[in-house]
């Protein structure tokens, strides 16, 4: 059974950092499009960054430029770093693979089929 394991969050001031990892068991993430979602309350799930198996990378608008996805393929872990992070930024943000297939198809959540806990960011201003 494929396994999803976020940790890294935690409560931050504005213009802090933090770098979120995501562990992934029975799930190469080297070989797979990979994904970092986030869901604020009373706001839909919305893609933050994903990569796909050649470690290309697309962003949100809202985080180019602050956040950075990467992986470790040795220790088949996700991570996303998170800079300059702002009160919108708030949310529980989730680790997600696709599931099937080398190349990233949908920035949508319909196309991932496995999902981590969820770790929650708090940014305070």
């Known amino acids: 059974q494929v396994q999803l394991v976020e940790s890294g969050g935690g409560s931050v001031q504005a213009g802090g950092s933090l770098r979120l990892s995501c562990a992934a068991s029975?799930?190469?993430?080297?070989?797979?499009?990979m994904a970092w979602f986030r869901q604020a309350p009373g706001k839909d799930r919305e893609m933050v960054a994903r990569?796909?198996?050649?470690?290309?990378?697309v962003y949100a608008d809202s985080v180019k430029g602050r956040f950075t996805i990467s992986r470790d393929n040795d220790k088949n872990t996700l991570y996303l770093q998170m800079n300059s992070l702002e009160p919108d930024d708030t949310a529980m943000y989730y680790c997600?693979?696709?599931?099937?297939?080398?190349?990233?198809?949908?920035?949508?959540?319909?196309?991932?089929?496995?999902w981590g806990q969820g770790t929650q960011v708090t940014v305070s201003s």
């Open positions: 029975r799930y190469y993430v080297s070989r797979a499009c």
């Open positions: 990569i796909n198996g050649s470690g290309d990378s």
């Open positions: 997600a693979a696709q599931g099937g297939g080398y190349s990233c198809y949908s920035s949508r959540s319909e196309a991932f089929g496995y």
